[in-house]
């Protein structure tokens, strides 16, 4: 089959047709025009090449990570490997199948790094830190520590930076946790909901500017069993998703522990944070490389000129598989570790320390470096070589300072029942709703063209359904259970302008914003049963549902075959964890 490189992506002649033919005058002039054979075998070629790939990542349900060039196929997903040659993996295998938004997000992206995370081996937010740059929040933990050394119950975090939209609007934020979390938002408490022993999820709405950035500030407490932390957002025109890490601006509002913002967004190079001897202050910026000789100058402002330690933090990014091995000149204890596991001697005090680790092209790699230096006269240096080069310093084009939420394989974390339209068969479509009446509901995205006869429709939820607030919707009636538990009998009317219209014997006609003051809105049938796959588009829109189908040109939910969801539109599928509510 014929395709055509793009960028990073691969484009058809499908695709290329449409291109093409979005002009008016090309379009009429290439069908009229008399053409010689071949133009016309090449309109034939763009009209039956269906097939579409496109970068992207696939974890598989036994734990394996495959990068390349990703596209469908009937029932399976490909995965072109370059000279490993394609790998074809049925649906029943995936866990999750990542296709990269970048050549289509990058018209609207902010520079944001992520979130500055201070994370403490304690219930109190005290004690030892450690500093970190996590890409985003959206971590599942489980029953695992969240970085080595840590204790796998009994730690908190406090995620520090600033927030930006990408358009101005009415946005819900949410902090979904399993023990409950708390929301400073432009340094004021506006949301606390500790305490919880099951995942829920806190939220406020703020008004938002394009581009603004804005001051966000979260706590979150592990004490027992597992550990979950994920921030979202929404709006009327965005659908629900993870806040990603272009629109976070790490900072610190922490007058112990201070950063260099100014320096921390868009930087290449290390995590850096220098500690005095005691641990209790630090200072926090992004070194680009590491290759310091401060001969009795202070490291960082308000820094001792010795006796003091550092951590380095961040991912690698590797070009070529094989055996690399790398050089710490410190003359000074140390730890050297590589996804989190230590491949250094702490016991051991050179001059210079080697380690080796063997590592795979494509996979990002977490680097943390730990010195404490009880003199600064001796030069510190980390270098590398590896396939096809010698020793040389280890250069920031090979360096981020985030580190990506998790490196576990996803398994679809998710709330009890999600925002959006739930049909009778149980599917759930999340997108922002364009309009409804008494015949119909039509969606905004990459749906708009696929109206639902409101016949099929059970149930709207106006934001995610946790346990308890699946328990305050009453059984059998129709209406609409409103931000503050009430319950309004009524048959549903439509919507129009973001308010949902409802007509009560008891009250008449009566609105209700949909995006403030609603839960859910009921018009018939019992709650949904559990989902097992999601399906995510490029414009946040989410099908959730029992079951999938794959094809070419690409995928539905067996439940809703007519609601589908094409190749180039494609973000993300994840298969939801079996026997639990996650």
Do not use: C
């Not at 495959?66 to 993996?89: C, N």
């Not at 189908?549 to 964890?577: H, K, S």
Request: aromatic share 8%; glycine share 10%.
């Amino acid at each position: 089959m014929k395709v055509f490189k793009v960028g990073r992506g691969v484009l058809t002649a499908p695709r290329m047709w449409k291109n093409f033919a979005n002009s008016r005058t090309h379009f009429v002039s290439a069908v009229r025009t008399p053409r010689p054979t071949w133009v016309i075998g090449l309109f034939v070629l763009l009209l039956t090449a269906t097939a579409f790939a496109i970068e992207g990542v696939v974890w598989t349900l036994g734990g394996q990570r495959l990068e390349g060039d990703v596209r469908l196929g009937t029932g399976v997903i490909a995965i072109a490997r370059g000279e490993a040659g394609e790998i074809s993996l049925p649906i029943a295998d995936i866990a999750r199948a990542q296709f990269s938004t970048n050549v289509i997000a990058a018209q609207t992206r902010g520079s944001g790094n992520g979130m500055l995370g201070i994370y403490y081996p304690s219930t109190r937010f005290t004690s030892n830190t450690v500093m970190r740059l996590d890409d985003t929040i959206d971590f599942d933990w489980r029953d695992k520590e969240p970085m080595f050394g840590f204790p796998k119950d009994g730690f908190t975090v406090r995620w520090m930076g600033q927030i930006e939209a990408p358009t101005t609007d009415a946005y819900t934020i949410y902090f979904g946790t399993d023990e409950g979390g708390r929301i400073f938002f432009d340094d004021k408490l506006v949301a606390d909901n500790t305490g919880r022993r099951e995942y829920t999820e806190t939220n406020i709405i703020v008004n938002l500017k394009a581009g603004e950035r804005r001051n966000l500030k979260l706590e979150y407490s592990d004490s027992m069993a597992t550990a979950h932390a994920r921030l979202s957002w929404g709006s009327p025109t965005m659908p629900k998703k993870i806040v990603p890490q272009d629109r976070l601006y790490a900072a610190s509002f922490d007058p112990n522990h201070r950063a260099d913002s100014s320096g921390l967004a868009g930087a290449q190079g290390l995590l850096a944070t220098y500690y005095t001897s005691d641990g209790l202050t630090s200072f926090t910026r992004i070194d680009p490389e590491i290759n310091f000789e401060w001969k009795g100058e202070s490291p960082a402002p308000e820094m001792p000129t010795n006796n003091f330690s550092i951590r380095w933090s961040g991912s690698l990014f590797v070009t070529n598989s094989g055996e690399y091995t790398f050089s710490i000149m410190a003359g000074l204890p140390l730890n050297f570790f590589i996804n989190d596991k230590r491949i250094s001697n702490p016991h051991v005090v050179a001059l210079v320390q080697t380690a080796s680790a063997t590592l795979n092209r494509g996979e990002r790699v977490e680097l943390r470096l730990e010195v404490r230096a009880t003199n600064n006269v001796v030069p510190i240096k980390l270098s590398w070589s590896g396939p096809g080069f010698a020793k040389t310093l280890l250069a920031r084009q090979h360096l981020s300072p985030a580190i990506a939420s998790s490196r576990e394989t996803p398994l679809g974390y998710g709330p009890l029942q999600p925002a959006g339209i739930v049909l009778l068969s149980g599917v759930t479509v999340s997108a922002p709703i364009q309009s409804a009446n008494i015949s119909s509901i039509r969606l905004q995205g990459v749906l708009a063209k696929q109206p639902l006869p409101l016949t099929r429709v059970a149930r709207i939820h106006a934001r995610p359904l946790t346990t308890d607030l699946a328990a305050a919707v009453p059984k059998g009636r129709a209406g609409v259970l409103l931000k503050n538990r009430d319950f309004i009998d009524g048959e549903f009317a439509g919507i129009e302008n973001g308010r949902v219209k409802i007509e009560s014997v008891l009250f008449g006609k009566r609105t209700f914003d949909l995006a403030k003051d609603v839960i859910t809105v009921v018009l018939r049938g019992n709650e949904p049963p559990p989902w097992r796959y999601s399906i995510a588009a490029r414009d946040g829109t989410v099908l959730y549902g029992k079951g999938i189908t794959l094809a070419t040109q690409g995928v539905v939910l067996t439940e809703a075959p007519d609601v589908r969801l094409r190749a180039e539109d494609l973000a993300e599928i994840v298969r939801r964890e079996e026997g639990t509510g996650r």
